[in-house]
């Protein structure tokens, strides 16, 4: 079966600076992974590489088998937070049609079958409440639930996701991360999930990519998610505690920070 997702050794470098190199894997269908790491790793350049919106320096990175391009109808994507212009002149239900046609600015699309399924996905986030609102004057984590359905709405074979829980309260988050795992289980998208938490997502997460100082970790939570593990990609001694199936990292720090103790 094609992989939704293949790296081979793919690199990204900045000047003289490497943010990160040697990436090898691929990611089936139905696999959700995590990418963590501190501030400055690069999780984000790294999905920017699969949309296909940043070069790698090395290497070679497919979706579906075929180089990575840009404005692939194939992708989903949940963009790092930002709050829209207070004059955005779109309603709540037309920011979510828009991921129905697989480009930014088009004529909307006002099948019945597409508003059936602009129905079902503003049921999905639960923002039917606020559906015809203007979507500027929306709050940050209303924004953000109707990017979420946006991106689930063309049903892509790759969901990246950056940091989407991100000004989200308890209740969305879970909402949320349901619908993104139940995407991956029914309908076998590839989930790519870059966070700085991996406890709101940790019973759902297949596999763990870790960056860190220009290197990474990747494998299973248990394999990756350990003191001798995180330690060694630190390069200082970082302590993971599980705490009821919760994880506590300790000791983590930003990129550029030297701890010697
Ligand atoms: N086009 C570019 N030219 C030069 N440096 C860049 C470019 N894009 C990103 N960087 C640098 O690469 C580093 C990694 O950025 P990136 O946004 O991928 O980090 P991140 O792991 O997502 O961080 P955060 O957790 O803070 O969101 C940063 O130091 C950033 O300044």
Redesign the pocket.
């Known amino acids: 079966m094609t992989a939704a997702l293949s790296l081979n050794q793919a690199a990204v470098s ?2 003289a600076r490497t ?1 990160w190199s040697e990436v090898s894997f691929a990611l089936q269908a139905g696999e959700f992974l995590a990418v963590l ?10 999905l920017k590489v699969l949309l296909g919106l ?1 070069r790698l320096s090395s290497g070679s990175a497919e979706v579906l088998g075929a180089r990575v391009r840009r404005g692939s109808s194939q992708v989903g994507y949940i963009p ?1 937070h930002y709050n829209l212009e207070a004059e955005t002149p779109l309603r709540a239900r037309d920011l979510v049609g828009l991921g129905l046609q697989g480009h930014r600015y088009g004529i909307p699309w006002t099948s019945r079958k597409a508003r059936l399924r602009i129905e079902e996905l503003l049921d999905l986030v639960g923002a039917q409440g606020y559906a015809d609102r203007p979507v500027g004057l929306l709050s940050g984590g209303e924004q953000q639930r109707l990017r979420a359905a946006q991106a689930l709405a063309g049903n892509p074979a790759l969901l990246l996701c950056d940091e989407p829980l991100h000004s989200l309260d308890l209740h969305h988050q879970r909402a949320i991360t349901e619908l993104i795992r139940s995407q991956a289980v029914e309908r076998g998208s590839a989930v790519v999930f ?1 966070t ?1 938490e991996i406890n709101p997502v940790i019973e759902h997460v297949d596999r763990v990519l870790y ?1 860190a100082r220009g290197d990474h970790r990747i494998g299973p939570v248990h394999e990756v998610m350990r003191s001798e593990v995180l330690s060694e990609l630190y390069q200082s001694p970082v302590e993971v505690i599980e705490h009821k199936g919760r994880l506590v990292v300790m000791g983590e720090h930003s ?1 550029g920070e030297h701890h010697n103790d």
């Open positions: 900045f000047g943010l790491g501190p501030n400055g790793a690069g999780k984000s350049t790294f940043q790092q870059v700085h960056f990129e």
